[in-house]
């Protein structure tokens, strides 16, 4: 059974450092990985997907990585701001034929002015 | 903008009642899932449809919840009686399978948060 794991669970950080969230699988026989954003009481905003042929994936400030082999994926954020507080959650889509994604935990995220 | 739109947002009810949450995928997408997020569990799937046929459920306590999808642009999740342990958010999202490719983007909606008392 697929389980993911999300370090840290928390982090606060100021105004204008780059970090990077972890996010680890137990099965590397995925189809994709997606990482979603999710504000306080709010649905879940997909980040990047990578699918599981690729390295990497960059959206603006965001940069996912993959390595399936080792069972980690890695969310860098440069210079981040307040507004991105919230909290991150990584999820893999598997084989087996099972098409539900497995989400970890989240981390969240502070980002204080 | 396309998007999954869920009703209710928010939902309380009395243990007991019945519950029925509704979920409108984004036009064109063939698969549909319904997840459950809690403090303690996360986020889990319950079910999820291709081309409105169930294909799997067994994250569905299936003594009390029933999921169906009427028509391609509706998809319900049923709880009856409900308990104050489904106290939950419960979230739909819809993807598109294209041919014989099996990777695909899942697209989440608001949710409804449900409290049973």
């Known amino acids: 059974k697929q389980e993911v794991t999300q370090i840290p669970a928390a982090l606060s950080v100021p105004e204008g450092e780059n970090l990077v969230l972890n996010c680890s699988f137990t099965?590397?026989?995925?189809?994709?990985l997606q990482w979603f954003r999710q504000d306080p009481g709010k649905g879940l905003t997909s980040l990047l997907l990578?699918?599981?042929?690729?390295r990497e994936q960059t959206s603006g400030r965001l940069n996912a990585s993959l390595d399936k082999s080792s069972g980690r994926s890695t969310l860098y954020i440069a210079a981040s701001q307040p507004g991105d507080s919230a909290t991150y959650l990584c999820?893999?889509?598997?084989?087996?034929?099972?098409?539900?994604?497995?989400f970890g935990k989240g981390t969240h995220l502070i980002i204080q002015p | 903008d396309a998007r999954v739109t869920q009703t209710p947002r928010h939902k309380v009810t009395e243990m007991g009642q019945e519950v029925t949450m509704r979920c409108q995928p984004i036009l064109g997408h063939n698969t549909v899932f319904w997840y459950r997020q809690t403090m303690m569990q996360g986020l889990e799937l319950l079910a999820y449809?291709?081309?409105?046929?169930?294909?799997?459920d067994s994250g569905m306590p299936k003594d009390r919840f029933s999921a169906e999808m009427p028509d391609a642009t509706l998809a319900t999740l049923k709880i009856q009686p409900s308990e104050p342990r489904d106290s939950a958010v419960y979230f739909c999202a819809s993807g598109l399978v294209r041919g014989g490719r099996v990777s695909y983007e899942q697209y989440f909606g608001p949710g409804t948060r449900l409290t049973v008392t």
């Open positions: 449809f291709r081309n409105r046929a169930p294909l799997d």
């Open positions: 990578i699918q599981s042929s690729q």
């Open positions: 999820a893999v889509h598997s084989g087996g034929g099972a098409d539900g994604l497995t």
């Open positions: 099965d590397s026989a995925i189809y994709n």
